[in-house]
């Protein structure tokens, strides 16, 4: 009999685990359940449409998607389709690997105008998420700010400056792409509430603002710390190479020569906003000035306003209470021991240990997870508990239509077939045209 684990959620942290298990279990049936027909997670919902070599990690997910062992149950949502303690009487193991997937609310006065958007909402959004097809985030004025110095305050800003040729080896939906296309936005601000020795960037990505077409980096001279080594003090290795790298592009975007290009990205370091102004629309964000202390961001009683009609809240992510499962409400994580959360439940990922890290961050937690499996669990599993047959049987009684990986490659080879000659795809951005589309093909059979 083979050990049967259950892994929900089909991202990085939920694939790493797979193989993981592979590797780590002599013999075991890995089942990986999500709520959308579509698997990878971040790959397809968060990571920039513009970084399409990032999403190519995506390949060798499917690698072990293919493996026999492997089923995928797409369209499955946990506590909707089946419960997470039914879950946990059907297998031996069951892994949480759901992520982080609200905002980090910005709780200043205003912030719940019209025109001020979360970054879960917005990058949703822009990659064609069912979740966010309706979001319709107002491109309607000149100026836009985003708020938060990390990669994905970048990626919100380096998107809203991309021109039509700019877009078209992306995989942003066509919406999307005419929504960015017809925007009379010229002037996009990132603010930092820290300096730019503080910020979160990773240097490949900042530099990455030199090449828009259209849009040139500006940074002021005097934000820029006249000390870098002490400004650095704090930060040492790889984190402090990172911002030294960092400090050197910001210096050559503050010397370049301005107005060279028609739309500006304004890198504003020392800025925390502190209203968001206007009647039910967003008409402008009400600024303090800051200054370090102690490396904290402390205001200094200099107020300014920048007027701009969308605000895009890029503050970080927030893992969710998942029902059934402990919450640990205080450190916003499932409460757990280097990803065991006892015996038979077991977390990777963001879940595990907060919104941080780049996708190879996972691979470590999907190991950690597969030993602690492999240990807790006899070699043989548990006789009675059936694994997949279980769960779709209790599917099919609740005529409950999954999606298969078949079902999903065959999603794929249609997006891929729909695309512009230089896009990867055009997605599919709602369920039911995903479940429409392979309904009205012939053929489609559970794998
Ligand atoms: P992040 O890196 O944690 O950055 C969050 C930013 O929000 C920080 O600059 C933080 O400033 C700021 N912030 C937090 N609360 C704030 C507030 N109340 N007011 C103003 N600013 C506030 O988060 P992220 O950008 O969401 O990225 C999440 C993870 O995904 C990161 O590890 C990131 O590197 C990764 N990612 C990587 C890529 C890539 O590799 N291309 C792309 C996207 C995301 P303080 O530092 O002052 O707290």
Redesign the pocket.
């Known amino acids: 009999m083979p050990i049967r684990v259950a892994i929900i959620g089909s991202g990085p942290a939920g694939f790493y685990t797979a193989k993981a298990l592979l590797r780590a279990c002599r013999t075991c049936e890995i089942d990986v359940i999500e709520r959308l027909p579509t698997p990878y997670g971040l790959i397809r919902g968060?990571?920039?449409p513009d970084?399409q070599t990032?999403k190519r990690v995506a390949k060798k997910f499917e690698k072990t998607a293919l493996v026999e062992e492997v089923n995928y149950y797409g369209n499955v949502e946990i506590n909707r389709h089946v419960g997470l303690a039914e879950l946990r009487d059907l297998y031996d193991a069951v892994v949480l690997a759901v992520g982080a997937p609200g905002d980090?609310k910005?709780?200043i006065p205003g912030a719940d105008k019209y025109g001020v958007f979360g970054?879960a909402a917005f990058v949703g959004w822009y990659n064609g998420h069912p979740d966010f097809r309706d979001l319709d985030p107002s491109l309607n004025s000149e100026v836009a700010v985003v708020?938060?110095?990390?990669?994905?305050?970048?990626?919100c800003a380096r998107i809203l400056l991309r021109t039509r040729q700019g877009m078209a080896g992306t995989d942003l939906p066509m919406h999307v792409q005419g929504a960015i296309a017809a925007s009379p936005i010229v002037d996009v601000y990132i603010?930092?509430?820290?300096g730019p020795a503080?910020?979160?960037f990773?240097n490949?990505?900042l530099r990455e603002l030199s090449q828009l077409t259209k849009a040139e980096p500006r940074v002021r001279k005097d934000h820029l710390p006249d000390d870098s080594e002490a400004a650095l003090a704090a930060y040492v290795a790889r984190e402090r190479r990172v911002r030294e790298r960092n400090l050197k592009t910001l210096a050559e975007f503050a010397s370049l020569e301005p107005d060279t290009k028609p739309k500006r990205l304004h890198l504003e370091f020392f800025t925390?906003?502190v209203e968001v102004l206007g009647d039910e629309r967003v008409e402008g964000l009400r600024c303090e000035r800051t200054q370090l202390i102690d490396g904290r961001?402390q205001g200094t009683g200099e107020f300014f306003e920048i007027s701009c009609g969308l605000v895009i809240s890029?503050?970080?992510?927030r893992t969710e209470l998942f029902a059934g499962a402990p919450y640990d409400e205080k450190r916003n994580i499932i409460p757990n021991d280097k990803g065991r959360v006892e015996p038979g439940l077991y977390a990777a990922g963001w879940i595990k240990r907060g919104?941080?890290?780049?996708?190879s961050s996972n691979r470590p937690d999907g190991e950690i997870v597969a030993c602690y499996i492999r240990d807790d669990i006899p070699v043989d599993g548990d006789p009675t508990k059936p694994g997949r047959v279980g769960l779709e049987k209790l599917l099919r009684e609740r005529r409950h239509r999954w999606v298969t990986f078949g079902d999903w490659q065959r999603l794929d080879a249609l997006e891929e077939a729909a695309a512009d000659y230089q896009a990867p795809r055009q997605k599919f951005v709602t369920v039911e045209e995903m479940l429409e589309a392979l309904d009205s093909e012939e053929g489609s059979k559970q794998k």
Do not use: K, M, Q
Request: hydrophobic share 40%; glycine share 16%.
């Open positions: 968060g990571v920039a970084h990032t980090r910005l709780t970054s708020v938060g110095n990390g990669n994905v305050a970048l990626d603010l930092g509430r820290r503080e910020a979160s990773t490949v990505e925390s906003p961001a890029a503050i970080g992510y919104p941080s890290g780049v996708i």
